[in-house]
């Protein structure tokens, strides 16, 4: 099994990361020139989102060619430079592999619309007349998750765009066909694979009207499920391989499956139920504040529920769909170097392998938008209009976009106050918020104490501290509102962390106050005060000591 416990890796969204041909777009030159920066930062692994050729609908998640590069990002060239100069650096490589759909350009689905009866069966096409889809189901960009095909009298499904048609995992042709996809990369020394919403690939037998939802119920962590990716694993020959499934609505039951090493699934599962803590009523895009209360509990559950059963979470606040996390959960104001550093803290420090989206480690906030125009994401320019139609005001419509729209991750990396960011010399396809000139890699490794050289200490932290790669971990203070605090603990010593979440000082009694090791804190001096600890707006603190010997216990010696 590979040791992917002491391990960070870092997510890279190749079209906002360094354009080094001017063009606007980021592009895989732009990452070979970073990749100095990424080994001194200390991660282990790079997560590259998909840059195979695409009509780039979905920036690149609608895939027409797995096997080769979309030119705006380079060419396969650069792929092996890219690896073989990361492979230097000690920095291992993981593709994101789109396999639950692909972009209705791929030869696959061309040959399906000339209605060959062999690519038909790729893809879940179905019977019926022009105004009724097969069942009413949604898509997660909205609208019917069902499109019309005049010429064949067919509907075909797309649980997301309309031009991301779903493949039919039931025929085992195109089973085959992924899995010499995956042969191909691990051969060009990819080290690790991302499985983009993994769990939506098993389709129910029969498709039915969902009464009660939008259908997600029939094809989420779908029958067969386990099945598909035990085989996949197997066959393709990356069981020894770091591997991370993207669960969408998933259940705690279903990822300690899919994690547990005895089942021969996957090294770890991203979930995203803490970040839905913000949505009313589970509506992305109906706006409440974060429910600290419920966010603390999905921690406490995923963490011990697959501590017991022997899973192990991916780590995250942010990545490319994602808001910006110290935008969303922390302040991105006064508190902002706090906040970020509380953020990081919190996560880094659990049971689980922690992932940095970039820009994270700078504390990047969100995009800051005011106008549609300056919006670039499908589901952002989709939604606008059914928000508009669900009776919200322009204003009232702009400002969900404005703290939901995927884009807030997807601004430029923030690497200089050069113009645009140091992103590009040219005119770069989404504007960095304007607080580039302030918050950018260059700044902060000037400056001891930021958020920057934070993430470098947890990083380090995660490599040299068993407890942490290893530790259990048990919560404390459970009751206390806002306070995430808990004991992470191995081979009699113990690392305890306390995190205030809000920008209210908090006062934590009953705390057992940690006389050991401070390893590490956001503010300069102790926390603790008088019987009680203290813990000021977003401060995080994290100590160590060996175990004192238990009551009754004879003292050692
Ligand atoms: C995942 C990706 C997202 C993409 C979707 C469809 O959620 O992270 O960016 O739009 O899958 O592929």
Redesign the pocket.
Known sequence: MPNFQNQTIYQIYPKSFRDANGDGLGDLRGVIEKLDYLQALGVDMLWL?PFFKSPLH??G??ISDYLSIDPVFGSMEDVETLLREAGRRGLGVMF?M?F??TSTEHEWFRRALRGEPRYLDYYIFRDGGPDTPPTNWVS??GGSAWEYVPQLGKWYLH???RT?ADLNWENPAVREELKSILRFWKQKGVKGFRF??VNLISKPAVFEDDEQGDGRRFYTDGPRIHEYLKELVADAGIGGMVTVG?M?STSLESCTRYTNPDERELSMAFNFHHLKVDYKNGDKWELQAADLDRLKQLFIDWQLGMQEAGGWNALFWC???QPRAVSRFGDDGIYRKESAKMLAACVHLMRGTPYIFQGEELGMTNAGYTSLSQYRD??SLNYYPIMRDRGKTEAEALEVLRQRS?DNGRTPMQWSAAPNAGFTEGTPWIEPPENYHTINAEAEWQDADSILHFYRRLIRLRKENRLVSEGRIEFLCTDCPGVLAYRRYLDGAELIVCNNLTRAPVHVSGFPIPEGQKLLGNYPDAASEGGSLLLRPYETAAWQRAERPAAGAPLPG
């Open positions: 989102t979905d920036n998640y609608d994101d789109v639950n759909h997660k960009f649980l997301f765009d991301q983009d919403v993207e969408s990545n490319h769909d499908v589901e995927r």
